[in-house]
């Protein structure tokens, strides 16, 4: 009691008044249901950690542990088919991008090794490939061009490796403390504009290495690119014959494998995996051709077309990379981009093919596996590794079963490493250029998605050819940023400008479609079910048939329906809309109430002087008796939000001065969103619940049947907040609770059970849903307009 004392004296202190705080206990005594409201002690202990969440927490680190010791035979040959499948393509392309990131070809291989070795035992999809990819090769030249124009003296190799460890930290700092909902803010727009965009900046940056033009910076801008390579295509060189050709035999033998594989579709597998292998044999059928040219060679500077030169055997740049304040300075500027690519090519690429293969990823998990990788690979050599769209299609079809296949991808890179660089030697680089040229043409999107965005939503089709555009125009990075914000602030445009409507109601029943087509009258009680309301816009925004009567439910109630939450930034959208509509289509409850027109508001000055009003008009209009706000749409409001609803009851207040109106609300589901209404004064009965506005007050609940031995207990009242698990039919925390038990059709009240409320009695302005709420309003104002007219009789 003290301390109660005490906790009183301090609130007072501050200007709080304890005796209009809401004490429930005090109102109801009836043994009901009452709602308990949370607490700020209740949040925070759901941000302890139990012992149980520790343990989950550790096993979805590592995901292995969850299929590793059901392995068998079938998964095994699944793998290893998959596995080496896709390392006879990654060991072209990995050599190929690590040109892009202005690296020896090594580098590419270093690379590709670390993300197959490492990512299976962290995975939460089967089927991405983590290693070198065309973008992230891309934006890693351009920084290493970028820091060395200022900084010389820093090697790329230094850059890159560290630049892949600072964003493995980060990524893996992201994972770790499960914050990968973050990377549900870049929508699939802002994707497929930045890998277009980079896909034309990536090809075009290729031509002239693949035509053997050497005048050409590829490191310009594109559109600068593709000019100069069409103003010096007089410079072409022998290295298009092999660039050239290259290009035409593996769209020719993809094309060729796909028309076979339709025409013998029993033999569509074998037509896959030729397919499939169609790098591994280009590269293999030049460096025959140019092992047959340049035999002799031994300085690549004297072949008679580029060639890739020396690749040194096995991992010649083990250690820990660079890393001091020279070195971090540099590349600070460079990580927000870095960081972006690295999550958004991973994530929507696993989340792609996760949906497709029928799994779920986690997101969070996944930016572990990778965050891990980019941290240990510069250890062995490697810059900044994601997942591979193309390499992941090809695991995906060669029917992996596991994350394990990488292992056996590893194997293959390890083998190329230590014994087949001699043959690399001969490599041409315009195949290489052709190679990565054919790579990222899949990662254009095609006319049919856009046209599907155009369809969905035409603002963000402007939004997908912006990035484009700026990526063409300026750079990869620079569309990035474009995109995101631009697509940022199409949300929060939609959030400030989200329509409201007011609702009216329609009486509906069920029919078949059939009956909608005859012309005579229809038997309403022939058709199925009863007849129960719906409610429906009033503004016909809804594309509702407009031969259907849409009513009020009762004169003077309104119904307010939020779209798309209630919040600081569209709170007085929202409210300017209620108030210019309820005041049009209402009155004032005291028509006369100034007789002055200097008593007037300057913002309500009356009708000027001569001008004849129409009474009548006026006073057929119905007096301001209820609100309903349906809160379905509605997840949580904020202070500015709850403030805004307190001015306009004021404010709706005086206009129906000496009448109050009455709050309803409807689909409030979250427990803190009941708490900061009941906090501004909505939502409870301070009266008691025995007298107001004239009349006594019978509210309407919605009930449903429970066991008569069952009964509402203070703990069990307060506990509303445990997860249950509807397949076990208990909670996680091993109570007991009621089971999920079937209802007939038409089963109104079962037998043998008595009815309890589903909210709060205590709570008696919120309501389950719409039609609950105008019961509960309409039997109010019927009761209050009997209450009256009793007393009129009296006197």
């Known amino acids: 009691m003290a301390h109660n004392t005490t906790a009183s004296r301090v609130k007072r202190f501050l200007g709080i008044r304890p005796e209009d705080e809401l004490h429930d206990a005090d109102f109801y005594d009836d043994g009901l249901y009452l709602e308990s409201e949370p607490s700020a002690k209740e949040a925070l202990a759901h941000l302890v950690p139990t012992a149980d969440g520790i343990k989950h927490y550790f096993r979805e680190l590592f995901p292995f542990w969850g299929w590793i010791f059901h392995y068998n035979l079938t998964w095994l040959l699944g793998d290893l088919i998959a596995g080496i499948t896709v390392g006879f393509v990654v060991v072209p392309q990995g050599m190929a991008y690590a040109g892009l990131a202005n690296l020896p070809p090594e580098f590419g291989l270093y690379t590709s090794f670390v993300g197959f070795f490492l990512y299976w035992a962290f995975a939460t999809s089967k089927d991405i490939t983590i290693g070198t990819v065309a973008v992230m090769s891309t934006i890693v030249g351009n920084i290493i061009l970028d820091i060395r124009a200022t900084q010389p003296e820093l090697e790329a190799e230094v850059i890159a490796r560290a630049l892949a460890l600072i964003s493995g930290v980060i990524l893996l700092f992201i994972g770790l403390t499960r914050l990968g909902f973050i990377v549900e803010f870049i929508p699939l727009t802002a994707i497929g504009a930045f890998m277009t965009g980079s896909a034309i900046s990536i090809a075009a940056g290729q031509v002239p290495t693949m035509m053997g033009i050497s005048t050409v910076k590829t490191r310009e801008e594109t559109y600068k690119v593709i000019i100069n390579t069409l103003k010096h295509l007089g410079d072409t060189k022998l290295d298009a014959a092999m660039g050239l050709s290259a290009l035409f035999g593996l769209y020719f033998i993809r094309w060729f494998c796909g028309f076979m594989g339709q025409r013998s579709p029993t033999r569509s597998k074998m037509w896959f995996f030729i397919s499939t292998l169609r790098m591994a044999f280009i590269v293999i059928l030049y460096i025959l051709v140019s092992w047959l040219v340049n035999r002799g060679v031994s300085d690549a500077k004297n072949a008679k077309f580029k060639i890739l030169g020396n690749v040194p055997s096995g991992f010649q740049h083990v250690g820990a990379p660079e890393i001091n304040t020279e070195i971090l ?242 709170c007085a959208r929202h409210l300017d809309k209620m108030t210019v509509y309820i005041y049009k289509h209402t009155r004032r409850t005291q028509l006369n109430k100034y007789d002055k027109i200097g008593d007037r508001p300057w913002n309500d000055p009356g009708p000027r002087r001569g001008q004849v009003v129409d009474t009548e008009e006026i006073a057929s209009k119905p007096k301001l008796k209820a609100i309903i706000l349906d809160f379905s749409a509605v997840n949580a409001i904020d202070v500015t939000a709850a403030q805004a609803l307190v001015d306009l009851r004021t404010q709706f207040n005086k206009y129906t001065d000496p009448e109050a109106v009455e709050w309803y609300f409807a689909g409030v589901t979250n427990r803190w969103t009941k708490r900061a209404l009941v906090a501004a004064g909505f939502g409870v009965d301070r009266g008691h619940g025995v007298e107001r506005a004239g009349g006594a007050r019978e509210d309407v609940v919605a009930v449903a049947g429970v066991d008569p031995d069952v009964t509402v207990g203070r703990k069990e009242k307060e506990r509303g907040s445990g997860d249950v698990d509807l397949e076990a039919g208990h909670a996680g925390s091993g109570e007991k609770r009621d089971e999920i038990a079937p209802v007939s059709s038409g089963e109104s009240r079962p037998s043998g059970k008595r009815l309890a409320p589903i909210y709060g009695v205590n709570r008696p302005y919120f309501h389950i849903d719409v039609e609950t709420a105008v019961a509960s309003v309409v039997r109010n104002l019927e009761r209050r307009r009997d209450t009256e007219d009793s007393s009129l009789e009296v006197f």
């Open 329 to 570: 300075s540099a590349i600070a500027p460079h990580l927000p981009v870095t960081v972006i690519v690295l999550l958004i090519e991973h994530i929507a690429i696993s989340k792609s093919f996760g949906r497709v293969n029928n799994y779920m990823i986690n997101p969070s998990q996944e930016l572990v596996a990778i965050g891990f990788s980019n941290v240990f690979g510069p250890f062995l050599g490697g810059y900044p590794a994601t997942g591979s769209f193309s390499r992941t299609a090809i695991k995906a079809k060669a029917g992996v079963r596991t994350p394990l296949a990488g292992i056996f991808t590893a194997v293959i890179v390890l083998l190329a490493l230590y014994a087949l660089t001699s043959v690399f030697f001969y490599i041409p680089s315009a195949s290489l250029a052709a190679i990565i040229i054919h790579a990222v043409g899949d990662l254009i999107t095609p006319p049919r998605e856009v046209y599907k965005y155009w369809q969905t939503s035409p603002l963000e089709v402007v939004i997908f050819f912006a990035g484009v555009f700026v990526s063409i125009f300026t750079s990869i990075e620079n569309g990035i940023y474009v995109t995101i914000a631009a697509s940022g602030a199409v949300l929060l445009w939609r959030i400030a400008k989200s329509p409201g409507s007011f609702l009216g109601r329609v009486q509906l029943q069920h029919a078949s479609r059939d009956s909608t087509l005859k012309k005579e009258n229809v038997d309403h009680s022939a058709l199925d079910g009863e007849k129960h309301s719906a409610y429906l816009d009033l503004g016909r925004r809804d594309q509702s048939n407009p031969q259907i009567p849409i009513t009020s439910p009762y004169p003077g109630v309104f119904i307010y329906r939020f779209s798309e939450g209630l919040n600081y930034v569209n």
